[in-house]
C-alpha cells in the first residue's frame, strides 16, 4: 500500500515538472508587427495559431484595448506570458501599465529599451535601475515579475565591468528579473552562456535570435540591419552552450524572435531547429 502511494506522489510529481518544464517554443509577437499593421491582428493571430505557438509575448496590442486583446488570443488558444511596455510608461503611467498587465493575465511585464543619448552612461542607468525597481515593486503585488531586456548598449565600461553590472547591481533582485536577448548579447561582443551563469537566477525569459554569419560584433549601438535576423541555427550563435546554460541557470519561457522582413518564412524554419533540439 506504502509502495503504491509513493509510486502514485511520484508520478504526480513527474507530471507536475513536465507541465512546468521550461521547453516551450513561444513567440514574440513584434516578429510579426508588419503583419498586425497590415492585415490585422485577427489574420496576423491566425497564422501564429498555425505555427503550432502555444506562448507569446506582446509588444504592443495594435489599437486593440488590453481586454480585446486578451479576447483574441484566447480565441486561438494562446497564452500571453508576457509583454514589453515603453520606458516613459514606467516612468510616468505606471498605474496603467500594472492595470494593462492584469487585464492581459501575463505573469511578466517588461521593457526593451532604456531612453538614453548616443552613449549610455551611469546616470541614465541609475536612473533606469531606479524606475524598474519601483515599477517592479507595484508589480509584485499583483504578482507580476518586472523585468529588463538588454539591448546591447549597456555594455559600455564601467569601472572593472560595464554598465550592465552596474545595473544588475542596483536593481533589487526581488523586483527586477532580466531578459536575455542572445542576439543582443553576442552583437555588443559577450558571452551568452557566461552572463547566464554570472547572473544566474535573475534571468527568467530569453529571446531566441541568430545573427547571420559574418557580421562583425563588438557594437554598443544596440542597432542593427534588421534582414541580420536569421534562421535559428544557421548563424553565428553557439546554441548548445547557450541552451545548456540557459536550463541550467533559470530561464522559464523561451520566445523566438525574428525582425527580419522574411520572418513568416522563417519562423517555421526556426521552430523545426528548437523542435530537434528538445524544445515542443
Known amino acids: 500500500m506504502k509502495f503504491t502511494a509513493l509510486l502514485l506522489a511520484l508520478g504526480l510529481a513527474i507530471q507536475i515538472q513536465a507541465a512546468d518544464a521550461p521547453n516551450a517554443a513561444g513567440l514574440q509577437l513584434y516578429s510579426l508587427r508588419s503583419q498586425f499593421t497590415l492585415r490585422g491582428v485577427p489574420w496576423t493571430?491566425?497564422?501564429?495559431?498555425?505555427?503550432?505557438?502555444?506562448?507569446?509575448?506582446?509588444?504592443?496590442?495594435?489599437?486593440?484595448?488590453?481586454?480585446?486583446?486578451k479576447a483574441e488570443l484566447e480565441q486561438r488558444g494562446l497564452k500571453a506570458v508576457s509583454s514589453h511596455f515603453p520606458y516613459d510608461r514606467y516612468k510616468n503611467d505606471l498605474d496603467n501599465v500594472v492595470k494593462d498587465a492584469k487585464t492581459l493575465g501575463i505573469k511578466f511585464a517588461g521593457c526593451a529599451w532604456i531612453n538614453h543619448k548616443d552613449s549610455f552612461d551611469e546616470a541614465e542607468c541609475r536612473e533606469a535601475a531606479a524606475v524598474f525597481n519601483q515599477a517592479g515593486e507595484a508589480l509584485a503585488k499583483e504578482g507580476i515579475t518586472m523585468f529588463y531586456h538588454a539591448h546591447g548598449f549597456e555594455f559600455e565600461p564601467y569601472g572593472d565591468g560595464t554598465l550592465f553590472d552596474l545595473f544588475m547591481q542596483e536593481t533589487k533582485p526581488e523586483f527586477v528579473s532580466v531578459q536575455m536577448d542572445v542576439l543582443w548579447i553576442v552583437f555588443p561582443g559577450q558571452d551568452p552562456a557566461k552572463l547566464l551563469e554570472k547572473y544566474s537566477g535573475r534571468w527568467k525569459l530569453m529571446h531566441l535570435k541568430d545573427l547571420k554569419k559574418g557580421i562583425a560584433t563588438g557594437s554598443l549601438s544596440g542597432k542593427t540591419d534588421v534582414a541580420n535576423d536569421v534562421v535559428l541555427g544557421t548563424g553565428q550563435m553557439d546554441w548548445a552552450s547557450i541552451f545548456a546554460a540557459a536550463r541550467k541557470n533559470g530561464i522559464q519561457h523561451y520566445f523566438i524572435e525574428d525582425e527580419s522582413p522574411t520572418s513568416m518564412d522563417q519562423i517555421p524554419a526556426s521552430l523545426t531547429f528548437l523542435r530537434a533540439n528538445g524544445f515542443e
Open 45 to 69: 493571430l491566425d497564422r501564429v495559431k498555425e505555427f503550432g505557438i502555444k506562448e507569446v509575448e506582446l509588444a504592443g496590442t495594435y489599437n486593440l484595448s488590453a481586454d480585446q486583446f
